[in-house]
């Protein structure tokens, strides 16, 4: 089992410019999750897709934020255009049913934007 | 607003003591509690988790206890270790028709040798 695998682990990339983070869920999982990690806010839940469709994308904190999940097996979360403020680390996690089971986590990707 | 909140920001332990990590949710809906490890540079892993239709559910060294009359959650480990040095997080699922799990802050593990 390779787990929640995530690319690149950092971006570094400047003020206006379009971050593309992508994610790939563990096998056999069926929900998918995009989180992000500052200190100030902690963990937010941004999007949460069942069965490749977004269930809830109430936490997507504005419309340069877009997420897409086209196959059981892969899912982007794009930014455009990328503000310094959009700096974090975003976590992606995938889980079995989707409910009461527990995420697995990726790793993250550290997002510094300047 | 609702939140999912902790008690300390901060635990310092000694090596082999037990170490008690609190944390209080504001949402009686909440059916589902998970308890994580973060270390350094690495995702959230799971440790263990309970339904809302326990009071206690017990791990390898780790026992979540759930208290629904005050809504408040907690984490013992047993002989705390170095390799438990972490910050962890409790979470709950929000939604009764599907998965949204809200995180808490956070507490730091440290050990003390």
């Known amino acids: 089992d390779a787990g929640v695998i995530q690319s690149p682990r950092h971006e570094v990339t400047e003020m206006g410019q379009e971050v593309t983070l992508r994610c790939k869920p563990i096998s056999g999982h069926n929900s998918l999750f995009w989180y992000r990690q500052t200190m100030m806010r902690g963990l937010e839940l941004l999007i949460y897709?069942?069965?490749?469709?977004?269930?809830?994308d109430s936490g997507m904190p504005e419309d340069r934020f877009s997420a897409k999940m086209p196959n059981a097996s892969f899912s982007t979360l794009k930014i455009q255009p990328s503000e310094p403020r959009d700096s974090a680390v975003y976590f992606c996690a995938s889980s079995f049913e989707g409910r009461n089971s527990p995420l697995h986590f990726g790793n993250g990707t550290r997002l510094t934007v300047t | 607003g609702e939140s999912v909140g902790l008690h300390l920001p901060t635990l310092s332990v000694q090596e082999g003591d037990n170490s008690i990590i609190n944390c209080a949710y504001s949402n009686s809906a909440s059916d589902y509690f998970i308890w994580y490890k973060q270390e350094s540079g690495k995702g959230p892993q799971f440790i263990i988790d309970?339904?809302?239709?326990?009071d206690k559910r017990q791990g390898q060294r780790v026992t979540v206890l759930l208290n629904k009359t005050v809504k408040h959650l907690s984490l013992q480990i047993a002989a705390t270790q170095p390799g438990d040095s972490a910050v962890y997080f409790c979470a709950e699922n929000r939604n009764a028709g599907a998965s949204k799990i809200i995180f808490g802050s956070g507490t730091r593990l440290s050990i003390r040798p």
């Open positions: 897709f069942n069965n490749n469709v977004p269930i809830d």
């Open positions: 309970i339904r809302s239709n326990m």
